[in-house]
């Protein structure tokens, strides 16, 4: 359930380590002011300091004593509220949920028009005083019962925030679409946000500013003129799967344990983590062990380093194969974004998608993660800067879009249920046509026959 990475790039934001957001013209400040004391329990505070952690670091780089030394208690204090860490996450996890339940029924119950209902839960759910709200992107470590708790709870504040979007598709104020999709883009977005600080730690984009165009974002998207696509452009991403083998030649077999290797590996990954995921889970996921796994790619670190070496060879041959067709920029974007819906909703291809992990690799292999996600982020940025150019696209921040653009189909790996290969292409131009077109009713000149 993982609440990191996509909508056109993958792994993109990896690249706002460095030029890729220079552009953006409101800078850095973290989370601003926290809430009175009087307003939450001790408790409260200690799942809140625990969510900001847990978004900044990770679960396994999450000490129970460094949440103890910033709430000024000792460790053996902090057992009178959680048992172990899995607890702790999972209370954390659970209160975030009911976080975004109560900033989305305040804003419901207010009597706006739908649009201005999710302004106002976007606004208040980011707002800088409020407790910063977990991107539950482990939550593939929790055991049985807590998992489904927490599951439920997210599908709760989907179907509420569903509602409200189809009574405003009846009353005119938002576009026909499929409104659990559009739910859970915007709730993806939010998840979104408090995990950008990972791979942005010099220049953070200041929050107010930031959610105005995230409003911005849900409720216009990019392109102009606001129009559907009467027929999108294709592409088979099934040839991205590992190719059957084809022959018993030994290069050919160990090529093909690699790739599996890697496969199940990014899969459990996405799902649980990279930290909270173990060599003999991903071993016997594979009905093999450990020894196998160290003989074809290496130990844990080469493993990770090899996944995202994966993730960017099938994110740059999707954009090769965009770019080959002779389409317009606009339908590039557009295309690339549908393809790597398409493609994380395949469990035969599964590409990692995390924006945790990196303190798991070498300094060479850190190295080669950035400087790819800068060379992907160039293409990204030269096709927004030509579909702008064409009047095809609004004349947005081309920072903040490379910021945004990869939220809306980050809930994409998590552990709901599988859809069938129509469903995964509905949900997929559901998600291209939430960037391209935002949640607001379209012109009417534009929707007549």
């Known amino acids: 359930m993982d609440e990191a990475v996509?909508?056109?790039y993958i792994l993109v934001l990896m690249a706002l380590h460095g030029d890729a957001i220079r552009d953006l013209s409101v800078r850095v400040k973290p989370r601003g002011r926290r809430l009175p004391r009087t307003r939450r329990s001790r408790a409260d505070e200690l799942l809140d300091e625990a969510a900001c952690h847990l978004n900044a670091r990770g679960v396994s780089?999450?000490?129970?004593?460094?949440?103890?030394d910033r709430l000024g208690v000792s460790r053996a204090a902090l057992y009178y509220y959680v048992d172990d860490r899995e607890d702790l996450v999972f209370k954390v996890y659970r209160r975030s949920l009911e976080i975004l339940a109560r900033h989305l029924g305040e804003a419901a119950r207010s009597g706006r028009e739908a649009l201005a209902v999710v302004d106002a839960f976007i606004s208040s759910t980011l707002d800088p005083g409020e407790p910063e709200i977990a991107a539950l992107a482990e939550?593939?470590?929790?055991?049985?019962?807590?998992?489904?708790?927490?599951?439920a709870l997210y599908e709760g504040v989907v179907a509420r925030l569903a509602s409200v979007l189809e009574t405003g598709v009846r009353a005119g104020q938002i576009r026909p679409c499929d409104c659990d999709i559009a739910?859970?883009?915007v709730i993806s977005i939010i998840h979104w946000v408090p995990l950008s600080g990972r791979w942005n730690p010099v220049d953070r984009i200041e929050r107010e500013p930031l959610i105005r165009f995230i409003c911005e974002f849900v409720r216009l998207g990019v392109a102009t003129p606001r129009a559907p696509i009467e027929?999108?452009?294709?592409?088979?991403?099934?040839?991205l799967a590992a190719p059957a083998i084809a022959s018993l030649d030994q290069g050919t077999v160990r090529q093909a344990k690699r790739e599996a290797i890697l496969l199940t590996a990014s899969r459990l990954f996405n799902i649980k983590g990279i930290d909270t995921t173990s060599l003999d889970e991903i071993a016997a996921a594979l009905g093999t062990n450990k020894r196998a796994l160290y003989r074809n790619l290496g130990d844990k670190q080469a493993i990770v380093t090899a996944c995202y070496e994966r993730a960017f060879r099938i994110a740059f041959q999707i954009s090769d194969v965009v770019g080959s067709l002779g389409l317009s920029a606009a339908a590039e974007l557009d295309l690339q974004q549908r393809a790597?819906?398409?493609v994380q909703q395949n469990r035969d291809i599964s590409p990692l998608r995390q924006l945790s992990g990196l303190d798991a690799l070498s300094s060479e292999g850190r190295a080669y993660v950035i400087e790819a996600a800068r060379q992907f982020a160039d293409i990204a940025r030269g096709r927004v800067l030509q579909a702008q150019q064409d009047g095809e696209m609004r004349p947005l921040d081309v920072g903040g879009f490379l910021l945004l653009a990869a939220s809306p189909s980050a809930w994409l790996v998590k552990p709901l249920t599988e859809a069938s290969a129509q469903r995964q292409a509905d949900i997929a131009n559901s998600i291209a046509d939430f960037v391209r077109l935002g949640l607001?009713?379209?012109?009417?000149s534009r929707t007549s026959p």
């Open 6 to 8: 996509p909508g056109i």
């Open 61 to 68: 780089q999450t000490s129970l004593n460094d949440i103890a």
């Open 183 to 185: 739910a859970r883009c």
């Open 139 to 151: 939550i593939g470590l929790l055991r049985g019962p807590e998992r489904e708790t927490v599951l």
């Open 231 to 239: 027929r999108p452009a294709d592409v088979d991403v099934s040839q």
């Open 440 to 444: 607001a009713s379209l012109p009417a």
């Open 340 to 342: 790597h819906a398409l």
